[in-house]
Nanobody, 125 residues
Framework: QVHLVESGGGLAQTGGSLRLSCAAS????????MGWFRQAPGKEREFVAV????????YYADSVKGRFTISRDNAKNTLYLQMNSLKPEDTAVYYC??????????????????WGQGTQVTVSS
């Protein structure tokens, strides 16, 4: 069992920055996929970014590429999402996800076994 706790959400202005954290506890495998999804009101949950442990590869949604950076601190068992140049359309609840395997289709929400409770990010115009 893996438990995920997100933090760092809040209110930012357009062009501002926020950093989300996701602390993982419990049994984690050597090969895993960990990342972020988001869901805005009235919209489906969408992929944001992912980190794959086997080669340390990272992938991003086109909508956040160049603005968001995903990183992992193995010593702290924590995943981060640095969000810069925020836009109002980034407003959503952000969820941390984890799967103790290499997830090929990492943009598919149903493939992740573990989800955090979510943290609200609101970007004002």
């Amino acid at each position: 069992q893996v438990h995920l706790v997100e933090s760092g959400g809040g209110l930012a202005q357009t062009g501002g920055s926020l950093r989300l954290s996701c602390a993982a506890s419990g049994r984690t495998a050597r090969s895993y996929t960990m990342g972020w999804f988001r869901q805005a009101p009235g919209k489906e949950r969408e992929f944001v970014a992912v980190f794959k442990s086997n080669a340390g590869d990272t992938y991003y949604a086109d909508s956040v590429k160049g603005r968001f950076t995903i990183s992992r601190d193995n010593a702290k068992n924590t995943l981060y999402l640095q969000m810069n140049s925020l836009k109002p359309e980034d407003t959503a609840v952000y969820y941390c996800v984890f799967d103790d395997s290499w997830v090929a289709n990492h943009w598919t929400p149903s493939l992740y076994d573990y989800w955090g409770q979510g943290t609200q990010v609101t970007v004002s115009s």
